[in-house]
């Protein structure tokens, strides 16, 4: 028999890194898997060990490389511990690191951004994904979970119509997603922090300013418009699950529904994927 693939490492290290600059803080927290391939497969094939990093030191060099780079942002943090891996392990060819961030918004008191108070925005995590090699190193940003909803100018129609349908047509629901959002660089944008929120921002303005025929069509135009503004960006990819929201049928109680009750669900859901890159 032969081992065909294999992978190891540790998954779910986290770590806060607290900038202090007087006192305003700055936290970043981070969860984060780390999985190494290379020459390893004796320990698979033989029981042989000799050429395997610990898990234990894994963590330990994601704990240290936040002690010495105590302010980089996600991505740069990323890349300063794969760089530790590389040049530390001669038998190790890929080392890929995947994060979310657990994102903290600065909290106002009396109307005045706080030094050193924040409040947990809910709402979805930020993501990195790091795969770096000898010859290649590719990365990218997102987002993990992001919910957003609106309304109405949303619809669903002209679908297939055979036995098996039970949907009517529709030009007139709310539309809401929790979405996986992830962009790949092609460059270097002057800030990532900035980059990535101007994408977001990019994501909701299409989504919420414009009729969507469908979910699919969304998607399709919020992936052009962060081309479109983002020259850094190669291309973008979504998962984007519908979250139901079900007009309830009152009439058993003798009242209506114009459109103003409806049954959240996302079990059964929708699930919507592409990628939208560039012409090569």
């Known amino acids: 028999m032969a081992l065909t693939a294999s992978r190891y490492g540790k998954s779910r290290v986290r770590v806060m890194r607290l ?16 999985l190494m391939q290379g020459r390893f497969d004796a320990a ?21 490389t936040a002690a010495r780079n105590v302010s980089l942002d996600k ?53 990195v994904r790091l795969q770096a090699g000898r010859d ?32 009517p047509d529709t030009t007139d629901r709310i539309a809401a997603t929790s979405m996986d959002a992830t962009w790949t660089w092609s460059g270097t944008p002057d800030d990532y922090g900035a980059a990535n ?23 399709y135009r919020m992936g052009e418009a962060v081309l479109a503004a983002m020259p850094e960006v190669s291309e973008i990819a979504f998962a984007m699950p519908n979250k139901h929201y079900i007009p309830i049928n009152l009439q058993p109680f003798g009242l209506d529904n114009p459109g103003t009750v ?3 669900t996302d079990e059964p859901h929708g699930q919507i994927e592409a990628t939208i890159g560039r012409v090569a």
């Open 19 to 34: 900038t202090r600059d007087g006192d305003h803080h700055t936290p970043r927290e981070l969860t984060l898997t780390v």
């Open 44 to 64: 698979w094939t033989e029981g042989d060990n000799r050429a395997c990093v610990a898990t234990d030191s894994v963590k330990n060099i994601v704990n240290v």
């Open 75 to 127: 991505e740069a943090f990323v890349t300063a511990v794969a760089r530790v891996f590389l040049d530390t392990y001669p038998q190790m060819d890929t080392v890929t690191i995947e994060a979310t961030e657990t994102r903290w918004l600065r909290h106002a008191i009396a109307g005045v951004p706080h030094g050193h108070t924040f409040t947990l925005d809910g709402n979805g995590l930020g993501y």
């Open 136 to 167: 290649r190193v590719e990365l990218s940003s997102g987002l993990r979970g992001f919910t957003f909803m609106k309304t109405t100018q949303s619809g669903w129609s002209d679908f297939v119509d055979d036995q098996y349908r039970t949907l």
């Open 197 to 219: 929120a101007r994408i977001q921002e990019t994501l909701i303005a299409v989504f919420g300013t414009t009729y969507s025929y469908g979910v699919q069509d969304s998607m």
């Open 262 to 264: 409806f049954l959240p």
